[in-house]
């Protein structure tokens, strides 16, 4: 039976981190044109005011205006990056 530890265990990693992955980490509320990831059609958000970034532990930032989301950043990371991130605590 121990032969298949390692297997259940790294599925176990794969399902907590997948879960890690969906919280938040950090939540901004700005007008700030000068994030990292802003882009020059990104700038063009703050035309209808401030926006809302939320920055999850899964390595993406979801932009919301007016309760609506209107942009995401980055890509989630996903599989052995992503139990590697878990295991490591961050991205």
Known sequence: MTQYDETVEHQRLLLEAEEWAKQPRSVQVHKLTSMWYETEESMKDF??????????N????VRQQNGK???TFGEQVTGEDLVNAYVRGGV
């Open 47 to 56: 035309d209808n005011g401030g926006v809302t970034d939320t920055h999850y």
């Open 58 to 61: 899964g390595g993406h930032v």
């Open 69 to 71: 989301v209107i942009r």
